[in-house]
């Protein structure tokens, strides 16, 4: 009986992680890049080096901080809610989890090498990132997945007919 129950709800949450993994890959990638033009400026190059030179304890709570310090901000954004303000409340989740991801990758390309130097992170990322593929590779094996995609495929190709004709 209590497996009939837990299967669902390990289904429900296998879904919702997914769906947080594919935003942040989906926002990983871009959202570095734009942090790297940024990064051309001198001072966020001093910082950088500042970065890279860490030892790997230090590291560890560069990586932590910018999340403790989002905690207000998402804080705030829930108080809007609870204002009325639906709108601008999940403005800036959306605005915080953008900037937060930005930042968090930024970071952590600087600050890799350090943390891996700390064993148990070292094991914790490669059974994350083991984790996450096989995750990602269940999301893009299911039915909804090859769907959307054929059809965001074939949408690509009208417009590109589109723009040509």
Known sequence: MLKLLIAPLRWLVRVVLALLILFEEWGWEPLRRVFALIARLPVIRQVEALLKRLPPRWAFVVLVLPSLLILPVKVLALWLISMG???????????????????????????????MQLPWFARLYARWTAWKAELLAWVRASAVWRTARAIKLRLMRRLRAWRSA
């Open 85 to 115: 303000r639906v709108t601008l409340g999940l403005g800036v989740i959306v605005a915080a989890k953008l900037v937060g991801t930005a930042l968090l990758a930024w970071l952590f390309q600087l600050i890799q090498p350090a943390l």
